[in-house]
């Protein structure tokens, strides 16, 4: 149920669009929360994640559940939820809906071949990039807000987040939100893009050798193409979405100075010089293993949940 299709009978309207991918947001940030919040924590620890290091706080995903869990408590996993939340509604709601309005509308003027042939995922790739731009651009504030508030140690900087947007617009005013947009959209295309057209690949190779093997689809296949496509779009794109991170949390220094060094930046690209210069290659992939294994569970999350809504419509509809 992914993207425009003459061959299959559709009678979705764009507000039904909107409402699965606000549902598919809402239900996947409920359950993969923790992971961002040790993604985030990863990304934005300037020393290594090592034991060797005896400056750094974080060393693994097993010592940073422990610390976190022991320092902040169980609520501490959950940081940041709220705005998060808000991020993923309106970002599904944005994303779903700006990706089947463009596939429907330029189907009629695009080749078969990548409308239904075996150039579709090429086609997808390129719908789903400007659906991801869209999207970011109107929820990026609140990923600047859910990042504020994953990083911030004990004692808390911001006490909600009527106090943060406050205390934010008196930093540096309304610029303040858009922090880290410019790496956010150079990620977001390709992320976005390689998401939409691995899953739509991915899809295709489990119909070719399913269809003469066995019956097996529906929420299975929707899951296991999911997860396949997050991780091969998260690997690909992981140093841009970690040097957005890094610069959405600049001005905010003394709420960081708990977890270590904290480094400042002028831009996307002294971000990443500096990090290469300081911390070596292997920086630009800091996190990757709970960002991996929150791309996998989120997008095949993501996915499956979106045509689950949509399904449970066409039921609804028909009773």
């Known amino acids: 149920m992914v993207g425009y299709d003459s061959n299959v009978s559709h009678n979705f309207t764009t507000t039904d669009y909107q409402l699965a991918g606000a549902s598919s947001g809402f239900f996947t940030r ?35 559940v422990s610390c976190i869990y022991r ?31 463009l596939t429907a509308s330029l189907y009629p003027h695009v080749p078969s071949r990548f409308t239904s042939g075996p150039l579709k995922p090429i086609y997808h790739f390129g719908c789903g990039g400007i659906a991801g731009c869209a999207a970011a651009l109107v929820a990026h504030p609140f990923d600047v807000l859910r990042t504020r508030f994953v990083s911030q140690g004990e ?45 739509t690949l991915f899809n295709k190779m489990w119909e070719s050798y399913f269809m003469s093997h066995s019956n097996s689809k529906g929420t299975v296949q929707s899951l296991t193409c999911g997860s396949l ?35 400042a930046y002028k831009n996307l690209i002294d971000c990443l010089r500096t990090m290469y210069q300081k911390e070596g290659v292997l920086s630009f ?3 990757l293993k709970p960002s991996i294994l929150k791309a996998a569970f989120s997008t095949a999350l993501t996915f499956t949940f979106y045509e689950s809504a949509l399904y449970l419509i066409t039921e609804y509809r028909k009773v």
């Open 30 to 64: 409920l359950l993969l929360q923790p992971l961002d919040v040790l993604k985030i924590r990863f990304q934005l620890q300037s020393e290594p994640i090592s034991k060797a290091s005896p400056f750094s706080k974080y060393h693994g995903i097993r010592q940073a």
């Open 155 to 199: 004692p808390k900087i911001y006490r909600s987040i009527y106090h943060a947007v406050q205390s934010m617009y008196k930093e540096a005013g309304v610029r303040t939100f858009y922090r880290g947009l410019i790496p956010a959209l150079v990620q977001v295309y390709p992320h976005t893009s390689f998401q939409f057209a691995f899953y």
């Open 285 to 287: 992939y800091k996190g």
């Open 229 to 263: 496509a997050g991780i091969a779009a998260k690997t690909i794109v992981y140093p841009l979405d970690l040097a957005k991170k890094r610069l959405e949390v600049q001005g905010f220094e003394d709420a960081r100075r708990h977890f270590g060094r904290v480094e």
């Open 71 to 101: 320092e902040e408590g169980l609520f501490g996993f959950w940081k940041g939820h709220n705005p998060a939340q808000a991020l993923s509604v309106i970002y599904g709601v944005v994303q779903f809906g700006c990706f089947e309005h």
